[in-house]
Nanobody, 117 residues
Framework: QVQLVESGGGLVQPGGSLRLSCAAS????????MGWYRQAPGKQRDLVAF???????TYADSVKGRFTISRDNAKNTVYLQMNSLKPEDTAVYYC???????????WGQGIQVSVSS
């Protein structure tokens, strides 16, 4: 089992910034991917960005150039720096951990990000 604890969400004005954090604990595999998905009301859960334990990163087209994902392997923590936020970024953001050997997914409880004036 892997436990994920998210922090850093909130309300911000358009053009503002937020930084999300997700700390993992438990049975963390040596080869894994950690990242963020988001789900707006009435919509499906979509990938935002992820990074692997080997250092590769992937971003959704909608956030490229605005969001940056990073990780601290010593702390088993992944971060999502979100800049130039738009109202359409409003959603519940979920941290994800995937063991790349077993392909098991673990999810955080979700954290609200709201972008509004």
């Amino acid at each position: 089992q892997v436990q994920l604890v998210e922090s850093g969400g909130g309300l911000v004005q358009p053009g503002g910034s937020l930084r999300l954090s997700c700390a993992a604990s438990g049975s963390i595999g040596s080869l894994n991917a950690m990242g963020w998905y988001r789900q707006a009301p009435g919509k499906q859960r979509d990938l935002v960005a992820f990074t692997t334990s080997r250092g590769s990163t992937t971003y959704a087209d909608s956030v490229k150039g605005r969001f940056t994902i990073s990780r601290d392997n010593a702390k088993n923590t992944v971060y999502l720096q979100m800049n130039s936020l738009k109202p359409e970024d409003t959603a519940v953001y979920y941290c994800n951990h995937r063991n790349l050997f077993t392909m098991l997914d673990y999810w955080g409880q979700g954290i609200q990000v709201s972008v509004s004036s």
